[in-house]
């Protein structure tokens, strides 16, 4: 598909066989406020350099997948994220033909990713199964299944339904992997008491399942779950309360669809003081540094397909 325009940078790399992180960009325009998007963007980019990698920001700019940014579009994205759209993998099509400037969520940036032929994904948390009765599922489970893409999460955002989410991770085929953890983290704490069956505790351990899967056996869908770093980790109790809160608040003035997860995000902001923003910045740019080290030990050993 050369519909994608892939940076210099990247294209550089990926010819070369050097690592490169994907990062998503539905994260910057609608799940963190201005300007601390901004810095969190600049931030997550450097954490993967960091660690060794180059780093592809991805988002649809005037209908085009752009893979990579450069830092006016990144700014761009930050500052007025608001006229951004908020694409999923199966909006891709409709944002292209009309040459639409969108965000990029976890189903759309993994499936891009493969296209492009990049194997490691960062985000913060994924989409999955809202709680209630109100059937709202992230297509993030079932376009992750189907990308031959690793997603480097904090287990998926606290608003959800935890335990329902694991088991549509199950159900889609999503390899599940505990990053050092032998739990499901609940993104702004490590711990959700809900176990795991497999776990891995080195970037090279990572690589050789994400070879095997990938390229042996020619699966996608792998989910690492990398829990906040415990210095980083919120009071359970203290965001327990704010979620409550935030979905009483959502249930009120009845937001649904996808304008929930960023309704939700923004009023955990603004009830905890902005301590849901530090936390989500820290466990993000965890995530990076592990993916971009995953990526290292992925291109070590990886034929080139
Ligand atoms: N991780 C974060 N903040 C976010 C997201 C992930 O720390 O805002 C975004 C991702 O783009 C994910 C989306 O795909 O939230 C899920 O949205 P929905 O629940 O509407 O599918
Ligand atoms: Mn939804």
């Given at each position: 598909?050369?519909l ?11 010819d070369?066989?050097h690592?490169?992180?994907?990062l ?5 325009a609608?799940?963190l406020?201005?300007?601390?998007n ?11 350099r960091?660690?060794g990698?180059i780093p ?6 005037g209908?085009i997948p ?8 990144l700014?761009?994205?930050?500052r ?10 199966s909006d891709?099509a ?6 639409l400037d969108?965000?990029t969520t976890?189903s759309a ?7 492009a ?11 999955g199964?809202h709680?209630?009765?109100t059937?709202?599922?992230s297509y993030d ?5 189907k990308?031959r ?19 549509m991770l199950e159900t889609?085929g ?5 990053y050092r953890?032998?739990?499901?983290p ?6 959700s008491?809900?176990?795991l ?16 899967r990938?390229f ?11 829990p906040?770093p415990?210095?980083a ?9 704010a ?9 009120e ?10 309704f939700?995000?923004a009023?955990?902001a603004?009830t905890?003081?902005?301590a849901?923003?530090v936390?989500?910045r ?6 990076a540094?592990?993916?971009a080290?995953?990526a ?6 990886t034929p080139?397909?």
């Amino acid at each position: 598909m050369n519909l994608l325009a892939i940076n210099e940078e990247v294209k550089a790399a990926l010819d070369g066989g050097h690592p490169v992180v994907a990062l998503e960009s539905t994260i910057i325009a609608h799940g963190l406020p201005w300007p601390d998007n901004l810095e969190v963007a600049r931030a997550l980019e450097q954490e993967v350099r960091t660690a060794g990698a180059i780093p592809a920001t991805i988002a649809v700019v005037g209908g085009i997948p752009r893979i990579g940014l450069g830092p006016e579009t990144l700014e761009g994205l930050a500052r007025h994220g608001q006229r951004f759209g908020k694409a999923g993998a199966s909006d891709l099509a409709v944002a292209m033909a009309r040459r639409l400037d969108a965000a990029t969520t976890v189903s759309a940036t993994a499936f891009l990713a493969d296209r492009a032929g990049i194997r490691l994904f960062a985000t913060g948390g994924i989409g999955g199964v809202h709680r209630g009765d109100t059937g709202d599922v992230s297509y993030d489970l079932a376009a992750m299944a189907k990308a031959r893409v690793a997603v480097v999460s904090a287990g998926a955002k606290a608003i959800l339904d935890l335990p329902r989410t694991v088991e549509m991770l199950e159900t889609q085929g999503v390899l599940v992997l505990g990053y050092r953890t032998s739990e499901f983290p609940a993104f702004y704490s490590p711990r959700s008491g809900i176990p795991l069956e497999h776990r891995v505790d080195s970037p090279a351990e990572a690589a050789v399942v994400l070879r095997t899967r990938f390229f042996d056996l020619k699966q996608g869908g792998v989910l690492a779950c990398n829990p906040i770093p415990s210095e980083a980790a919120l009071d359970d109790g203290l965001i327990q309360a704010a979620i409550d809160q935030a979905l009483h608040e959502a249930g009120e003035r009845g937001v649904r669809g996808k304008a929930l997860t960023p309704f939700l995000l923004a009023e955990l902001a603004r009830t905890t003081g902005g301590a849901a923003v530090v936390a989500n910045r820290a466990l993000a740019l965890a995530n990076a540094r592990v993916a971009a080290e995953i990526a290292r030990a992925l291109c070590g050993m990886t034929p080139r397909s």
